[in-house]
């Protein structure tokens, strides 16, 4: 039944622990302060958390170089606070999936200090060395422009380490049987403290092959099974969902053809086109990645979300969409990162425009797949372009006009809030756009009722709609005998479009408008003629909304091929 597969219609929420609430005054924030925020995300209809890096870290990539799994680092709590915070969850009925940074360990590791001490330690095997700088150091780096090299020196081990992110984080020798079972053990120490799956970071790079004489890397499918198998031992329901920007042809190694792989992908190739629809006004290039996107295993699902903690990665386009998106959403320098990506948040990119944010949203939540939410996005936060690199869009959450926007006591936070201009918390913040019921806020919340009451997006066979119009994007939902119908127009100038569902008989002659009162009646010929506002977007029902009363209790006929027997 549906229940079995929660991650299909869940609503997910990206944050991060130090920058959302600070109940111990120090400026930072903290498992007790998000435990206190815990309401907030209930009411807004969050169903699933996905918590950045929380353990032990120097701090210099944002707690993605970690230095011990198995613990908390102290600036957030203790284990016994996460603990509670995992239980003030599940009393709301809110899972939590955290992030699995096993690609790289900071240098300050305990393991790295082991490998670097001697040859023979037992934890040298657990990094990628050479006794020579390889050859193709200069390559292959994730933050070009900042990042000068993939292998480094170290004095103390009198050789040199690989490291494909930054060079303290070196490289775990995944390739390693002992590395792979510390995995698992990571991943079961987790679970055993009430978390209900993983988001795993870097995953392509996770199964890749290392090592000085790795001139194309090999991925190592089967290393995914294995975490998979591990996972469902420990605690059935739980999942992996995989960042892997990768391209089509490969999302199924990924999945797994029997679906035996990865539970969830984030998907790249959609979102990269998705902010070409919106720059161009053309959704042609999006309904092509949606179809290269969809053979999937009927128990695998998208993650679709807009923007994220990283830069907007625009590296899948063509360089002329590319230049089309960085015209209209980062025109400056200083707005742009790595040569491939936008740093920015979604609100100031689209110019403060409530129309486009909100086309943005709806296109977002009804894409197939599961909507992934980034915090404060639901305020229409700004960003902070004088700080480096991915942190101007990291800064804390904005609660309300008091000092430090409510954040924090401290009068000096881990990071600048945004205090000026027309992001500032004083105009931008929870308290206040809770009051108005026409607010960002308010809107976002009635947005996921709306998303959680049609789980055809989730679980249902989609078509792109034909129109004569590239500016109007028209997408069908089939599940269980029940259809429903998006229609979204990408441009400024408002469009006159006619369609026909493809339903047959009379189940498509009746669309009822699931945000407003203006419902479709087909003309006799069986088509829709709809007039639609710049940057609007309409959610429909076929038929009637007496839907449940005709929903089956399988699926009959239409589904896709493999889909899931509930």
Known sequence: MIDDLWYKNAIFYCLSVGTYMDANGDGVGDFKGLLRRLDYLHGLGITAIWLMPFQPSPGRDDGYDISDYYGVDPRYGTLGDFVEFTHGCKQ???RVIIDLVVNHTSDQHAWFKSARSAKNSPHRNW?????????????????????KSTWSHDKEAGAWYFHRFYDFQPDLNTSNPLVQAEILKIMGFWLQLGVSGFRMDAVPFVIATKGPKVKKPIEQYDMLRAFREFLQWREGDAIVLAEANVLPKTDMEYFGDDGDRMHMMFNFQVNQHLFYALASADGRPLAKALAATKPRPATAQW?????????????RLTKAQREVVFKAFGPDKSMQLYGRGIRRRLAPMLGGDRRRIELAYSLMCTLPGTPVFRYGDELAMGDNLDLPERNCARTPMQWSTEPNAGFSESNKPCTPLIDKGPYGYEHVNAAKQRRDPDSMLNWTERIVRMRKEVPEIGWGDFQIIE??????????????NNSVLFVHNLDEKPREIAFATGLPRDAGKMLVNLLAEDHSHADKRGRHRIVIEPYGYRWYRAGGLDYLLKRSDIEVGGGRKGSHPA
Do not use: C
């Open 92 to 94: 709301r009925g809110i």
């Open 467 to 480: 129109t004569s119009d590239p500016a109007v994007f028209v997408m069908r939902y089939d599940w269980r």
């Open 127 to 147: 990094y990628v060395w050479a006794d020579k700088r390889p050859a193709n150091a200069g390559t292959g780096m994730v933050f070009p422009g900042v990042q």
């Open 303 to 315: 993650g679709q979300f807009l923007r994220n903690h990283d830069e907007l990665d625009l590296g």
